[in-house]
T-cell receptor, first 111, second 114 residues
Framework: ELKVEQNPLFLSMQEGKNYTIYCNYS?????LYWYRQDPGKSLESLFV?????AVKQEGRLMASLDTKARLSTLHITAAVHDLSATYFC???????????FGTGTRLTIIP | DAGVIQSPRHEVTEMGQEVTLRCKPI?????LFWYRQTMMRGLELLIY????????DSGMPEDRFSAKMPNASFSTLKIQPSEPRDSAVYFC????????????FGPGTRLTVL
């Protein structure tokens, strides 16, 4: 059974600081997705990582994938209040389109 | 382009009533997914379709839940009879087959069963 673990579950950061969210998964996968969810809203796709060593950046967010370690990271640089949200990673099951989501990391940026 | 459309956005019903949630996927997408999100269980996949055919319904909680996709532009998730523990946000998502297979989520239906 595919398990996806994120840590930390909760993160409070000061504006301007850097931090990393980790996503570990238990079985082989060559793809990984990151989503953002604002309170009371839907999930918004942030990054699609398609191969080992993939790195993608959008503004202050950068995501990477290490398929050998079964690990993805979401790095936040110089955090700003607008980044406050819950971030989910999601991993597809091998050979099909079924996604298992992590527990989510609730990020709060403190002025 | 319109994204995934879901209706209703909010539904309040009483225990024992039938509830039907509706979803219109993005045009041209051949995969459709139904998810449920709760504080206790997080985001769970209930069922998904490919070209209108159910592929995996192992996440459907029990026989009270059923889903259909009569054509490429419409799907329903029905709960009959509803119970308070079914209260959750139900999301529909769609994707197009290929290397990317990125799923796009609808706004969700917030269901409250009293």
């Amino acid at each position: 059974e595919l398990k996806v673990e994120q840590n930390p579950l909760f993160l409070s950061m000061q504006e301007g600081k850097n931090y990393t969210i980790y996503c570990n998964y238990s079985t082989t996968s060559d793809r990984l997705y990151w989503y953002r969810q604002d309170p009371g809203k839907s999930l918004e796709s942030l990054f699609v990582l398609l191969s080992n060593g993939a790195v993608k950046q959008e503004g202050r967010l950068m995501a990477s994938l290490d398929t050998k370690a079964r690990l993805s990271t979401l790095h936040i640089t110089a955090a700003v209040h607008d980044l406050s949200a819950t971030y989910f990673c999601a991993v597809p099951h091998f050979g099909n389109e079924k996604l298992t989501f992590g527990t989510g990391t609730r990020l709060t940026i403190i002025p | 382009d319109a994204g995934v459309i879901q209706s209703p956005r909010h539904e309040v019903t009483e225990m024992g009533q039938e509830v039907t949630l509706r979803c219109k996927p993005i045009s041209g997408h051949d995969y459709l997914f139904w998810y449920r999100q709760t504080m206790m269980r997080g985001l769970e996949l209930l069922i998904y379709f490919n070209n209108n055919v159910p592929i995996d319904d192992s996440g459907m909680p029990e026989d009270r839940f059923s889903a259909k996709m009569p054509n490429a532009s419409f799907s329903t998730l029905k709960i009959q009879p509803s119970e308070p523990r079914d209260s959750a946000v139900y999301f529909c998502a769609s994707s197009i087959s290929g290397v990317d297979s990125e799923q796009f989520f609808g706004p969700g239906t917030r269901l409250t069963v009293l």
